[in-house]
Structure formats: structure tokens, C-alpha cells
């Protein structure tokens, strides 16, 4: 039987809380799960009201990666059929939450292994409780990090970091994740799901295109040289100047109120 509510959708205002709710596998994911989160983050996509997404787990952690018993996994001679999984599940989700329309926000409640672990650090901004860990655990069973893992890591920590991570698949505390750069945040338990609904009200009160396109250009920019960048930056901020959002910022500003951005 697939999982009926294997996604919880919530709204609070134009905030958007979506919680992986597979909480006896902790929110492992399976096709099912993957395909309903794809489902609900275009539906926050194509919602206008939506300025801002955040994505939890639902009882003891956020997503321990892969439910490597999901009858849907599929086996290539004899063996399972990870690349096949990463090319069809991850890799199209990956790439839709970093081309969402607004911030999306990862509050991680617990363990993030695997894919799971990678999945939350390819959010704009991650915010983990204390007790919650963050274990690149690919190498334990012989396999490479996945949904965007390698390239994820070493960008974020660096090299040596990044290395080290996916080698030892150590379990790494979430205040030893924030002091290295892996996340954007860690807080107390109990104030997770406040703190990340905070910032999430923040960030859809601000410019949220200018926001999408701040994800966009940082992004580019890693694979360009300083002079390409520079130009980069240019076509963007051309576009965006001609946007409600630039000018009602700057009229703002000017008129000292406070704005009202709408575009999206």
C-alpha cells in the first residue's frame, strides 16, 4: 500500500511546511515519498501566495536517506538498482528544490544520513536542533554520496572536510555541522520549529525573486572567473531593476516605509 499521508502539507500564512512522515522508517525515503514530495514542493511552486517553503520531519529524525527495502527500488543484474534511483528519484529532486521560485528551508529534527543529509543541505538555509547529526553514511555500505553530495560538500566545508565526511561517514553533531560552515544554524530543540518558521516569515515578507535569483547567481558564480562573474551579476541585476520588487524597494527607501514586495 503506498503512504496515503507520506507528505504532510501545512500552510502558516505564505510560509509552506512540508514534513516527510514515514516516522517508523525515520522518513526514509521510498519512490512513493519522493514523488509526493515533488508533487507538493510544485504546488507550492505554483502557488502565488507561497513566499517561502519549509521542510521537516515528522517523530524522531528528518530522513535517514534511502529505504533500501522499498519494493520499487529495482535490481540490475542481481544487484539493486541504486543509479537508476539517483537518476530518476534524486537527481529531479535536487534540481527542483534548487530551482524553486522562493527560500526553501530545511528544520532538521533529527538524523540526516545519506541522501537524506544531502538532501537538507541542498536547501537555501539549514536549521538543526541540537540533538539532530548530519552522517554522509554512503561509504559504510560501499557506495559515493548522492542527490548532489559531491558536490555539495566541499563547497560548503572544503576539500579536506568534504573528504572526510564521506570517507569515515562519521556522525557529525549539529553544533559541529553550524561551526564548520555545513549549516546555517543550530538551536535548542524545542525551538527548531519556531526559529525556522521565523526566518521563513522573514524571507516571504522580502523580495523573494531577488532571493531565488541570490541562490542562482552564487551557484553560477562557483564555476566562472572573477570577470565572468562581475558580468553575470550585471544581466541579473539589469533584469531585476526593471521588476516591481527594485523599484518599490528603492521608492521605500526613499519615502522611508517600509515596502511591499509582490513579485515572485
Known amino acids: 500500500m503506498p503512504d496515503v499521508a507520506s507528505i504532510l502539507v501545512a500552510a502558516h500564512g505564505p510560509v509552506r511546511v512540508l514534513t516527510l512522515n514515514r516516522p517508523a ?19 507550492a511552486a505554483a502557488d502565488a501566495a507561497v513566499r517561502a517553503v519549509v521542510i521537516t520531519g515528522a517523530g524522531r529524525g528528518f530522513c535517514a536517506g534511502q529505504d533500501l527495502n522499498d519494493p520499487e527500488l529495482g535490481m540490475v543484474g542481481g544487484a539493486p538498482d541504486v543509479g537508476g534511483v539517483v537518476e530518476t528519484l534524486y537527481k529531479p529532486l535536487a534540481l527542483q528544490v534548487r ?6 528551508i530545511a528544520a532538521v529534527n533529527g538524523v540526516a544520513a545519506g541522501a537524506g543529509a544531502n538532501f537538507a543541505l541542498g536547501c537555501d538555509l539549514v536549521i538543526a536542533a541540537r540533538s539532530a547529526s548530519f552522517i554522509q553514511a554512503f561509504s559504510k555500505i560501499g557506495l559515493v554520496p548522492d542527490c548532489g553530495g559531491t558536490w555539495l560538500l566541499p563547497r560548503l566545508v572544503g576539500r579536506a572536510r568534504a573528504i572526510g565526511l564521506a570517507m569515515t561517514g562519521d556522525k557529525l553533531p549539529a553544533e559541529e555541522a553550524q561551526r564548520i560552515g555545513l549549516i546555517w544554524q543550530c538551536v535548542d530543540d524545542a525551538a527548531l520549529m519556531d526559529t525556522a518558521l521565523a526566518l521563513a516569515a522573514k524571507l516571504a515578507a522580502m523580495p523573494t525573486k531577488a532571493l531565488a535569483e541570490t541562490r542562482a547567481a552564487i551557484d553560477e558564480a562557483m564555476g566562472l572567473e572573477f570577470a565572468d562573474a562581475l558580468s553575470m551579476e550585471a544581466r541579473r541585476q539589469d533584469r531585476l531593476g526593471r521588476a516591481h520588487d527594485a523599484q518599490e524597494g528603492i521608492a521605500a527607501f526613499v519615502e522611508k516605509r517600509a515596502p511591499k514586495f509582490t513579485d515572485r
Open 99 to 104: 530551482a524553486m521560485p522562493v527560500p526553501v
Open 25 to 43: 522508517s525515520l522518513n526514509s525515503f521510498n519512490a512513493e515519498m519522493n514523488r509526493r514530495l515533488r508533487v507538493a514542493l510544485g504546488d
